[in-house]
């Protein structure tokens, strides 16, 4: 789970090491990053996306934020399923950290909690203090309560001292033969506050369905523009 920076992504996201194109970050970091030819300094952001999925569809939308992400030069997620989160200090060095949970009950499912309980320890030091924070959720349901979850996200972030994103994409459901709630469209649920998707009782190859995922890719570039932003 440590965090990547320019020097060592190579094109398949795979990390390697060149120590002739390496120098110590100067950024203060500890990273280590790459210097071009003519001293400029470039330093990877890092997001990581922390997410617990039941059955695959959420950790699916964590994978289309993902995409959204890396659309933009010099910024790179992580995907850290809270069941493979062994310490929560090792998210500290990340620039800026994307929850996720489905909606089970109209509640975040208690393996989520119980990641956000053991990050009791990170808010007794502000550790995430000033960091970037956004969430999303999925469920099998249009509404299923969604609202709440993503209520419960923001306030554990806040909570934290973090620096909450909503998710800024417009619903376009009325582009589609006036039909609410479309496929297609984005941000069908009209959502505001995080990123809302809904999934049939299908494989994760299948659903949640293209706009949910487009409307995930977005809100992952949305994300990834203000973690530049932020510096």
Avoid at 110 to 119: G, I, P, V
Avoid at 151 to 177: D, H, R
Wanted: glycine residues 8%; aromatic residues 10%.
């Amino acid at each position: 789970m440590t965090p990547l920076c320019s020097c060592n992504k190579s094109k398949d996201n795979s990390s390697k090491h060149d120590d002739k194109n390496q120098s110590r970050c100067a950024c203060g970091h500890g990273r280590i990053c790459r210097l071009d030819k003519n001293k400029y300094h470039f330093r990877m952001r890092n997001v990581a996306i922390v997410y617990f999925s039941g059955y695959g569809h959420t950790k699916k939308v964590a994978e289309h934020i993902k995409i959204g992400i890396e659309r933009v030069k010099e910024v790179y997620a992580s995907l850290l399923s809270v069941d493979e989160i062994k310490d929560v200090d090792a998210l500290n060095d990340y620039e800026a950290i994307v929850f996720g949970a489905p909606t089970y009950m109209g509640s975040v499912p208690y393996q989520f909690k119980k990641f956000m309980d053991d990050a009791s320890k990170v808010w007794l030091k502000q550790a995430w203090k000033d960091k970037l924070a956004a969430g999303f959720t999925n469920s099998g349901s249009l509404s299923g309560d969604k609202f709440n979850v993503l209520m419960q996200l923001c306030t554990f972030a806040c909570q934290q001292g973090m620096i909450w994103l909503s998710l800024g994409v417009e619903n376009t459901s009325g582009q589609y033969e006036s039909s609410s709630g479309h496929v297609k469209a984005l941000n069908r649920m009209g959502a505001s506050l995080g990123l809302m998707t809904q999934s049939e009782n299908n494989t994760p190859d299948v659903t949640p369905p293209i706009g949910d995922k487009k409307t995930a890719e977005l809100f992952g570039q949305r994300i990834a523009n203000y973690v530049l932003k932020l510096g």
